[in-house]
């Protein structure tokens, strides 16, 4: 079985990694999107990105962005997910995508038959995951959530609650809930919620550690979002949607919105990276595109370029963002394969450009 292809025909991984540079280099804007990778992937598409004056943008940039902008601009009050395990009290669970956030959710926090969990109108999904545990579930619609988000708020303030989507007792009662906890955690998924909810939240976190404690645990999206995202802060000064288009490194969330740069044409050529899953681009546009993935197959438009990658943690040894611990960590790969891994193709990709003339 080939292990690259150029233009669906299949090639030795030089000549399309040559074939990778070539195109990059013609381009006028090019973007390194998807980015579904570890720590060394990332490392090596940024600094892939700088040599050929790119843009970097992971699929799940917009939900990092929005939990990033409520730090930015009101603050959080969070902590980790084993300390939510040994300490707390009560976890609220906020809205639906928790368990596809962190699979392993349940197990790791709700099998506490002492712990009491709330939640917060969840998915039908949800639902189906709780499985024997004791939830006690409120609201039932989750496009009514920022509504009784703010009428708990309300409530736990002391003032009226508004039209909240309860009865007013349900609502007194899950104020006093709250504000009996002697350690009670958040929980969220910013791919489920606006800006606007999520800084609703952490409003009521912080209205509520003025008389008890009350943390936050935002559940970061998958593909590794959370790790690339570091990644950029620390070679960049940035978080994602950051372009090296002028020669150094400017972050907007708008301008370098990766989908939003090929549809309207700003962008001409992209390198899509997905090592985690058969994940497709959002983009509609039919630009040229190279894919590294595990299987390079599926995607509406096929890719001028091709090559099969390993996936992280799995065919190969990778350090990466840990949901149980929440920080970055070694994993060995549980089934070993010979297949070249995201970072060495992306840096064969990198050392097949031409050489630029420091004059």
């Known amino acids: 079985m080939a292990d690259a292809w150029i233009r669906g025909k299949a090639a030795t991984l030089e000549a399309a990694s040559e074939e990778a540079a ?3 280099q013609r381009s006028r804007l090019p973007v390194i999107a998807g980015l579904g990778t570890d720590v060394a992937g990332a490392r090596a598409a940024i600094v892939l990105a700088q040599k050929v004056g790119g843009v970097i943008d992971h699929m799940h940039s917009a939900a990092l962005l929005r939990d990033l902008d409520v730090m930015r601009e009101a603050g959080m009050m969070v902590t980790t997910p084993n300390e939510t395990r040994l300490r707390a ?7 639906p995508g ?16 002492a712990r009491r969990v709330v939640w917060l109108c969840p998915g039908g999904a949800e639902r189906a995951s709780r499985g024997g545990a004791k939830i ?9 959530l920022a509504i009784l988000l703010a009428s708990l708020r309300a409530r736990c303030a002391g003032r009226p609650g508004g039209h909240a989507p309860l009865p007013q007792q349900k609502l007194n009662t ?24 999520i800084e609703m939240l952490c409003g009521l976190v912080k209205d509520l550690n003025t008389t008890t404690r009350l943390s936050g645990l935002p559940l970061a999206p998958g593909d590794d979002a959370a790790a690339v995202q570091q990644v950029s802060g620390w070679l ?16 907007d969330p708008w301008r370098f919105d ?29 630009v040229p595109f190279i894919a590294l993935t595990a299987t390079p197959d599926g995607f509406r438009r096929p890719p001028e370029i091709a090559i099969a990658v390993g ?6 040894d990778s350090v990466q963002h840990l949901p149980a611990t929440g920080t970055l960590a070694s994993v060995a790969a549980q089934a070993p394969l010979n297949v070249i891994s995201i970072a060495d193709a992306v840096n064969k990709i990198a050392a097949a450009l031409p050489m630029v003339s420091p004059c």
């Open 174 to 197: 899950l104020a006093e809930t709250l504000a009996k906890a002697r350690f009670g955690v958040a929980v969220w998924s910013a791919a489920a919620h606006d800006v606007l909810t």
């Open 89 to 95: 009290d009560l976890l609220l669970l906020v809205g």
């Open 236 to 251: 960049t000064g940035f978080p994602l949607r950051t372009s090296f288009g002028r020669g150094f490194p400017e972050h």
């Open 98 to 113: 928790l368990v596809e956030a962190w699979p392993d959710l349940p197990a790791r926090l709700w099998a506490d038959q």
């Open 258 to 286: 990766s989908p939003r740069l090929i549809d309207s044409g700003e962008a001409d050529c992209a390198l899509w990276i997905s090592g985690y899953r058969a994940a497709s681009p959002a983009w509609t546009r039919d």
């Open 22 to 24: 070539s195109l990059l």
């Open 136 to 144: 006690e579930v409120i609201g039932d619609d989750p496009s009514e």
């Open 311 to 316: 996936r992280p943690g799995i065919d190969h």
